[in-house]
C-alpha cells in the first residue's frame, strides 16, 4: 500500500501541490487526472523518489528503487540514437554494472516482451525506423521486463494510435491481473473511466480520490 | 613514382608520430562517437580550450616537460569538465553561451601565460609539433590508448543507458553520474595526450570529426565507433603525408585530412548525406 500524507511538492518556489493525504493499495490500478501544470507528473516522480517533498511523507510500504518502474513520456528521447529494439530493453532488463553480464534468461525476456507489444519482427530494428506508436510499444516492453511491484505511467497514450493503444492497455490490464500497482497518468477521461477503477483527480492545489470531473472539463 | 607517400616514414621521428597519433585513432574517436550521441559536441570545444591554461602552468613551474604540462592539462580540463557539468545542471541544458564564456576565457588566459614563458613557441603547443614528440609524448599517446579502450569497454553498457536515456538511468540504479564523470576523464586524457603531435587546439579533432562522418556510414552504435577508428587512422596517415610534403604543421594537415573524410561522408555516405537525400526513395 502506499500512503500519502500532508505531501507537498514545489518547483523552485512554486506550490504545485499541497495537503495531499490518500491511499493506493497494492495491486489497484488508479489513473491521474488533472490539468496541465497541476503536478500529475510531479506526483509520479515523487511516488518514484526523484523529486524531494517540501513536506508530508510517501510510504511505499517498504518497497526500494528497483521495485519501481517509472515509464517517462517517451518524447525527450533521441530517437535517431543508433541502438536496436531489443538492445533498448535488454539494457533495462537487469542493475546494469560494469561486470554484469545480459545472460540467457534475460534475453528471452526481452524477446517475449518484445513479442508481447507485437513487435517479434522488429528485434533487431534499430528505433530510428520505429512510427512514434512502435517506439512507445519498445518503451511498455521496457517496463516488462522491469518486472516491478509498482509500475508509473506519465502520458502512455500521447502521440500513439487507436490500434496501440489497445494493445497497450491490455498490457496495463495483464499487469493489473498479476497484482502489480499501476499508476497512471492519462489525459483521455472516457478510456478512464472505462478501464481505471481508481482515479486521483488533482486541481488547483486541491485533489479527489475517485470523484472524475464532468464531461465538460475534457477538454483540459 | 608514390615516393611521397613512402619517404616521409623513413624518418625516425616521422615513425614516432605516425605510431603515436594511430594510437590515438583507436582511442580517441569512439569516445568522439559518445559526446557526438550525447549532444555534448561543444564540449569537445571547451575542453581543448580548456586544457590550455593548466599545460602553461606546468610549463612554467617544470619547464619543457611532457608529464608536466600533461598533469597540468589533465588538472585544468577536468576543472573545466566539472565546472561545465555545473553549469549544464544549473542552466538545464541551456549552458551553451556560457560555455563559450569559458572557453574564450579559457583560451586567453592560456595564450597569455605561455608568452610569458620565452621558450616555449605557442605555434607549437597550439597546433603541433611532431619533431618534439619525445619518448614521452609517444608513451603518453599509447598509455592513453591502452588505458582508454578497456575502460570505455567496461564502462560502455552503463554509458549507452546513460546516454540515451539519463532519467532512466537514474530513476533505476542512480549512479548515472558515475560513469558520465569516467567517460569525461577519459575525453580529457586523450585531449591532453595528443597535445604535442597535434597541438592543443587540433587534438579535439581526431577525436571529433571522424565520430561526426561516422553517423553518415552506419546506424549501429559498434558500427559507427568502428567506421570512426578506421577514418581517424585514415586522417593520421593522410595528415602526415600532407605535413611532410607541405612543410605545415601536423595538427592542421591531419584535422584537414579528417575534415575532407567528414565532408565525403556528408556528400556521399549511405546515411542521411547530401547525396541520399537527393536520390529519389527506392
Known amino acids: 500500500?502506499?500512503?500519502?500524507?500532508?505531501?507537498?511538492?514545489?518547483?523552485?518556489?512554486?506550490?504545485?501541490?499541497?495537503?495531499?493525504?490518500?491511499?493506493?493499495?497494492?495491486?489497484?490500478?488508479?489513473?491521474?487526472?488533472?490539468?496541465?501544470?497541476?503536478?500529475?507528473?510531479?506526483?509520479?516522480?515523487?511516488?518514484?523518489?526523484?523529486?524531494?517533498?517540501?513536506?508530508?511523507?510517501?510510504?511505499?510500504?517498504?518497497?526500494?528503487?528497483?521495485?519501481?518502474?517509472?515509464?517517462?513520456?517517451?518524447?525527450?528521447?533521441?530517437?535517431?540514437?543508433?541502438?536496436?529494439?531489443?538492445?533498448?530493453?535488454?539494457?533495462?532488463?537487469?542493475?546494469?554494472?560494469?561486470?554484469?553480464?545480459?545472460?540467457?534468461?534475460?534475453?528471452?525476456?526481452?524477446?517475449a516482451a518484445l513479442a508481447r507489444v507485437g513487435l517479434a519482427e522488429m528485434e533487431s530494428r534499430p528505433i530510428q525506423a520505429l512510427s512514434a506508436g512502435q517506439f512507445q510499444r519498445v518503451l511498455f516492453a521496457r517496463t516488462i521486463v522491469q518486472d516491478a511491484h509498482l509500475i508509473l505511467l506519465d502520458e502512455p497514450f500521447t502521440a500513439v494510435d487507436a490500434v496501440t493503444t489497445r494493445l497497450l492497455l491490455s498490457v496495463i490490464e495483464e499487469w493489473h491481473a498479476q497484482g502489480r500497482t499501476v499508476i497512471a497518468v492519462l489525459h483521455d477521461i472516457e478510456l478512464v473511466r472505462r478501464h481505471f477503477p481508481h482515479t486521483l483527480l488533482l486541481t488547483d492545489q486541491s485533489a479527489s480520490w475517485d470523484a472524475l470531473p464532468n464531461p465538460g472539463l475534457q477538454a483540459a | 613514382m608514390l615516393d611521397f607517400l613512402w619517404e616521409p616514414f623513413a624518418l625516425g621521428f616521422m615513425r614516432r608520430a605516425l605510431a603515436g597519433c594511430l594510437a590515438l585513432s583507436v582511442a580517441a574517436p569512439p569516445l568522439g562517437v559518445f559526446l557526438v550521441l550525447r549532444r555534448m559536441s561543444l564540449m569537445s570545444d571547451v575542453l581543448q580550450h580548456g586544457v590550455l591554461p593548466g599545460i602553461a602552468i606546468g610549463a612554467i613551474f617544470a619547464g619543457l616537460s611532457v608529464w608536466a604540462m600533461g598533469i597540468g592539462g589533465v588538472v585544468a580540463g577536468l576543472a573545466v569538465?566539472?565546472?561545465?557539468?555545473?553549469?549544464?545542471?544549473?542552466?538545464?541544458?541551456?549552458?551553451?553561451?556560457?560555455?563559450?564564456?569559458?572557453?574564450?576565457?579559457?583560451?586567453?588566459?592560456?595564450?597569455?601565460?605561455?608568452?610569458?614563458?620565452?621558450?616555449?613557441?605557442?605555434?607549437?603547443?597550439?597546433?603541433?609539433?611532431?619533431?618534439?614528440?619525445?619518448?614521452a609524448a609517444l608513451f603518453g599517446m599509447a598509455g592513453v590508448?591502452?588505458?582508454?579502450?578497456?575502460?570505455?569497454a567496461l564502462i560502455w553498457r552503463p554509458l549507452v543507458l546513460e546516454s540515451l536515456d539519463p532519467g532512466f538511468m537514474a530513476a533505476t540504479s542512480g549512479r548515472g553520474g558515475l560513469w558520465h564523470l569516467v567517460?569525461?576523464?577519459?575525453?580529457?586524457?586523450?585531449?591532453?595526450?595528443?597535445?604535442?603531435?597535434?597541438?592543443?587546439?587540433?587534438?579535439?579533432?581526431?577525436?571529433?570529426?571522424?565520430?561526426?562522418?561516422?553517423?553518415?556510414?552506419?546506424?549501429?552504435?559498434?558500427?559507427?565507433?568502428?567506421?570512426?577508428?578506421?577514418?581517424?587512422?585514415?586522417?593520421?596517415?593522410?595528415?602526415?603525408?600532407?605535413?611532410?610534403?607541405?612543410?605545415?604543421?601536423?595538427?592542421?594537415?591531419?584535422?584537414?585530412?579528417?575534415?575532407?573524410?567528414?565532408?565525403?561522408?556528408?556528400?556521399?555516405?549511405?546515411?542521411?548525406?547530401?547525396?541520399?537525400?537527393?536520390?529519389?526513395?527506392?
Open chain 2, 81 to 135: 569538465a566539472l565546472v561545465a557539468g555545473w553549469l549544464a545542471r544549473r542552466t538545464g541544458g541551456r549552458e551553451d553561451s556560457q560555455l563559450a564564456g569559458m572557453y574564450l576565457l579559457a583560451l586567453a588566459a592560456g595564450v597569455a601565460l605561455i608568452s610569458t614563458q620565452h621558450s616555449i613557441d605557442l605555434t607549437h603547443l597550439l597546433f603541433g609539433n611532431v619533431l618534439a614528440v619525445d619518448d
Open chain 1, 1 to 111: 500500500m502506499i500512503a500519502l500524507s500532508g505531501v507537498e511538492l514545489r518547483h523552485g518556489e512554486r506550490v504545485i501541490l499541497s495537503g495531499l493525504s490518500g491511499q493506493i493499495e497494492t495491486g489497484s490500478l488508479t489513473a491521474l487526472v488533472g490539468a496541465n501544470g497541476s503536478g500529475k507528473t510531479t506526483l509520479l516522480r515523487a511516488i518514484a523518489g526523484l523529486h524531494p517533498l517540501t513536506s508530508g511523507r510517501i510510504d511505499l510500504g517498504g518497497l526500494v528503487a528497483a521495485d519501481i518502474a517509472l515509464l517517462a513520456q517517451g518524447s525527450h528521447l533521441d530517437r535517431s540514437f543508433p541502438i536496436t529494439c531489443s538492445d533498448v530493453v535488454a539494457l533495462a532488463s537487469t542493475r546494469l554494472g560494469p561486470f554484469r553480464s545480459i545472460g540467457k534468461d534475460r534475453l528471452a525476456a526481452t524477446k
Open chain 2, 145 to 152: 590508448a591502452t588505458v582508454t579502450l578497456p575502460a570505455l
Open chain 2, 183 to 282: 567517460f569525461l576523464m577519459l575525453v580529457v586524457l586523450c585531449v591532453v595526450s595528443g597535445f604535442v603531435a597535434l597541438g592543443t587546439l587540433m587534438s579535439v579533432g581526431l577525436m571529433m570529426l571522424p565520430a561526426i562522418a561516422a553517423r553518415h556510414w552506419s546506424d549501429s552504435l559498434a558500427g559507427q565507433v568502428r567506421v570512426s577508428v578506421l577514418l581517424a587512422c585514415l586522417s593520421s596517415v593522410g595528415g602526415l603525408i600532407l605535413s611532410y610534403n607541405l612543410d605545415i604543421p601536423a595538427g592542421p594537415a591531419i584535422v584537414l585530412t579528417a575534415g575532407g573524410l567528414w565532408v565525403v561522408s556528408l556528400l556521399t555516405g549511405p546515411l542521411g548525406s547530401v547525396w541520399r537525400a537527393a536520390a529519389p526513395r527506392a
